[in-house]
């Protein structure tokens, strides 16, 4: 696949890229796409509708897929997952800035989302380039976080973990990881944290830590490193968890939204 058969148009200059006339099943379409997602964080295909089959050639065109086995799967399809708001849903999967499933010794690499079914007004996705942040950090304070590395426990969906007691007993899910990572395939390197399964420092307290990454979780979230992108049938996202955050907005109250998801194993980062 030649790069001039489609459209890439750029979301923002840290963020993000949209491809309109992308052939995701054309002979080296996997290697462009992965070519794209590391450059831009998230990438978005638009006017591009898929069958569940398809979904599922998409993703594995990525790596394995690594399903979620607490969520619900959709009928004769068990590596696709449902994500599904209904009108009496107060709160919905994913409604807080997150990477996903970071508390795993390897993190999943990629995420796969497809549009099914959406509500009349709002429900669009949010992201944060982790890179971009890092980017902007001080040479001074890049250099003091090169050796740190932090704590990810599961800790519940909604949970900010450093205003917790600690949780860690030998059943939690948990996992140690570079506060900076080099991503795979790339010399880029990037912050990795998670709001919402970012515990503390390895080796510090929950009182040490608090400080410097409250302030590292607020600086990601600067709008300059973050993107907007409004779903629409026939649309899906392809992103790097590696080097970004996402937020599913919570603004259709009354009203479906249903996505198929699958996360896909990577290289380990370093």
């Known amino acids: ?18 491809l309109h006339g992308f052939e995701p099943f054309a002979p080296s379409a ?6 794209l997602v590391g450059q831009h964080g998230v990438i ?6 898929m069958s569940p089959e398809q979904e599922i ?31 009496v849903q107060a709160r919905g999967l994913g ?9 795993r010794p390897r993190p999943p690499r990629y995420t796969v989302l497809f549009a099914k079914e959406l509500p009349p ?28 590395q ?25 996992a140690v990881h570079p506060v900076v990572i080099t991503l795979p395939g790339s010399e880029r390197r990037s912050l990795y944290l998670s709001p919402d ?5 390895d080796g510090w307290t929950n009182e040490e830590s608090e400080g410097l990454l409250n302030f590292l979780l607020r600086f990601v979230q600067r709008p300059e490193f973050t993107v907007r992108y409004r779903w629409r049938p026939g649309t899906a996202l392809v992103w790097d968890n590696y080097q970004t955050w996402h937020y599913a907005v919570n603004d259709y109250a009354g009203h479906t939204r249903v996505m198929h998801r699958m996360m896909v194993d990577g290289d380990p980062f370093a």
């Open 150 to 174: 932090a704590l990810h426990v599961d800790c519940g969906p909604y949970g900010n973990a450093i205003h917790k007691d600690d949780p860690l007993t030998p059943q939690t899910r948990h």
């Open 57 to 87: 050639r998409l993703a594995s065109q990525l790596g394995s897929i690594v399903p979620t086995p607490q969520l619900r799967k959709i009928d004769g399809f068990p590596l696709i997952e449902e994500v599904r708001k209904t009108p």
């Open 121 to 148: 007004v709002g429900g669009d996705t949010l992201f944060a380039s982790m890179a971009a942040a890092y980017d902007a950090l001080s040479e001074q304070c890049k250099a003091s976080l090169s050796t740190l």
């Open 1 to 18: 696949m030649q790069q001039d058969t489609f459209e890439i148009k750029r979301s923002t200059s840290a963020i993000g890229a949209e």
């Open 197 to 201: 399964k970012t515990w503390r420092f």
């Open 44 to 49: 978005c295909i638009r006017d591009t509708p």
């Open 95 to 103: 409604d807080v800035w997150h990477t996903d499933q970071s508390f």
């Open 30 to 35: 996997a290697e462009v796409l992965k070519r």
